[in-house]
Every structure is written in structure tokens, then in C-alpha cells.
């Protein structure tokens, strides 16, 4: 088992930056694939990035390629989210889940983590 808190995300304006982390409690924290999923009010939650347990393998949805960077510390038990050129459609709630050990869908399904954070609210304005 695995705790996950999100932390970083604040009010900002179209083109700015932020980097979001998540803090994981548990040793075997560095063992998993970690991802990010973002959600806004009454839609369903989104795939955004994920990364290998050692970093050499990272995903994204389209629309966040080039502006977004996954990246992790498994010395710090902890995976990052950079965000650039932040766009107003990048409001949501994110939050940071544990892939699970075994599972065979693909890395942008939701159902293959098992673990999640509380989330943290990034606001984009025009």
C-alpha cells in the first residue's frame, strides 16, 4: 500500500508554468509505473502522462505533448508533472495514481491504477 498527496497547484494565467508533485509514502514506491489523470467538474477524469518505474518511458495524451513533462525522484518518492504554456483547458483537478503490479490494459486506462492522491486544482485563466 501506497499514500499519494499532490501539491503545486495554484491560480495562473494562460502561457505561465507550474509544476506539480506527488509525495508517496510506501518503500516500494519506485517499483510502479506512476501517472497523472486530470478531471473537471461533472466530466470524466482524463489520462494526462505517465512514466516507467525508472523514468526511460514516458506517455501523454496529445494535447498536453510539448508543454507537459512527467518525471520522477525515486530517491525522493516523488513524480512531477511540469506544465508550460498552460492553456485555460488545462482547469482541472489532477491527481497522481500508482499503475497497478498486474494488469493488462493500456497506461492511459484509469482502471490500471490502484492508487490515487487527493488531487490538487490547477486554474488557468484568459
Known amino acids: 500500500q501506497v499514500q499519494l498527496v499532490e501539491s503545486g497547484g495554484g491560480l495562473v494565467q494562460a502561457g505561465d508554468s507550474l509544476r506539480l508533485s506527488c509525495a508517496a509514502s510506501?518503500?516500494?514506491?519506485?517499483?510502479?509505473?506512476m501517472g497523472w489523470f486530470r478531471q473537471v467538474p461533472g466530466k470524466e477524469r482524463e489520462f494526462v502522462a505517465s512514466?516507467?518505474?525508472?523514468?526511460?518511458?514516458?506517455a501523454y495524451i496529445d494535447s498536453v505533448k510539448g508543454r507537459f513533462t512527467i518525471s520522477r525522484d525515486n530517491a525522493k518518492n516523488t513524480v512531477y508533472l511540469q506544465m508550460n504554456s498552460l492553456k485555460p483547458e488545462d482547469t482541472a483537478v489532477y491527481y497522481c495514481?500508482?499503475?497497478?503490479?498486474?494488469?493488462?490494459?493500456?497506461?492511459?486506462?484509469?482502471?490500471?491504477?490502484?492508487?490515487w492522491g487527493q488531487g490538487t486544482q490547477v486554474t488557468v485563466s484568459s
Open positions: 495514481a500508482q499503475r497497478r503490479r498486474v494488469t493488462n490494459v493500456e497506461v492511459t486506462d484509469e482502471t490500471g491504477y490502484d492508487y
Open positions: 510506501g518503500r516500494t514506491f519506485s517499483t510502479y509505473r
Open positions: 512514466i516507467s518505474w525508472s523514468g526511460s518511458s514516458t
